[in-house]
C-alpha cells in the first residue's frame, strides 16, 4: 500500500460510480424512511437528506469536470480550472461534520443545526432591511423574504421567537477546539484527521492563504505557469494527471465515509447496502487516506455495527 509520500494509481471505474449509486440509495433511504429511526422532528431527516446530495453533486462534478475526454479533446480546457475546484473537497468534509454531529445527538443536534439556519437567514433578510429600508424594490423583495423564511419556520413547527434564542451551529473549526482544560472527544478526534496532512489545503486554498498555494503540491504554479522558466512548465503540467487522481480519491473517501457512518446509524435493510459498502472500501483501500480512515475508525465501526459481508 502506497504511503502518502508514494504515487497512488486507483482504477476509478471500480468506485466511480458505484459509489455515488450507493451514495443515492443511502439519501433515498433517510429520505423515506429516516424519520422513524431519528426520534426527532421530521426535518431532521429532510436537512440529512439535503447535505447527502450536496455531498453527491459535489463529487459527481469533480468527475465530470475532469474526465479524460474533456481534458483531453474540450480546447477550452485548463488545469487551472481542476485546481480550483479542489477546494469543494472541504465543502464535503464540512457535510460529513454536519451530519455525523447531528448523529451525535439527533433530537437535541437536528433542531439546533435548523434553527441555527434560520436565525442565520433571519439577520441576513434583517440586515438588507436596515441597509435599504425605504427602497420600494427593496422594501418588497426583502418583505417577499420575510414572508417566504417565516413559511419555512412554521412549517418545521418552530416560531420566531425560537429562532431568536437559537444558539450557533459551530463551524469544523470551532468544533475542533476543545474548551479550556478539556480534550477532545472521539467524534472529535475522529474529524481532527481532516485537519492534517493534505486535508487541510483543501481549507487554505478555499481561503486564498498561502500555504494552500505553496503546500505540497503547490497549486499556486498552475495560476502563475505562464510566468514561469519555460523548462519548469511541463514538469508543473505533468503532475496533474497524479494531483487530480489524488484528489478525486479524497473526494471518494469522505463520500463513503458519510455512507458509512449513516448506515451505521440507521443499519437500513436491502439494496445489498452492507455488502456495496465492503466493497467500496475494499475498492479504496490502496488509497492512503482511505485507509487511515478505514484504520483508525471504520474497521471498528464496521465490526461494531455488523457492517460485513
Known sequence: MADAGEKQRINATTFQEPLWKLAEVMAQKVNREGRQYLNAPGYVAADL???IRHSIATYNMLFYLNADKRREKDCFWNNKYGVVTAQVVRSMIDCLYNITAILENPAVNGPAYRKSGLKNRLRDIEADEGRYHGRPNWDEFNSARRKNLSLL???GGLTEA????????PTLGAYLNPKKGGSLTPHQRFLKTFTYHHWRQY???SHGGLEGYIGDPPLGAYFIIDILPHEERPKIEAQYPE????????????LLCLITEIQAYFRF???????RIVTMWDALMEFFEAKELYDDRY????RARRILR
Do not use: P, Y
Open 299 to 302: 474497521e471498528l465501526l464496521m
Open 243 to 254: 494531483f487530480i487522481s489524488r484528489h478525486v480519491g479524497r473526494a471518494a473517501t469522505v
Open 49 to 51: 437528506f439535503m447535505m
Open 162 to 169: 425560537e429562532i431568536n434564542a437559537a444558539g450557533s451551529w
Open 269 to 275: 435493510e436491502g439494496a445489498d447496502i452492507n455488502n
Open 203 to 205: 481549507s487554505a486554498l
Open 153 to 155: 419556520i412554521r412549517g
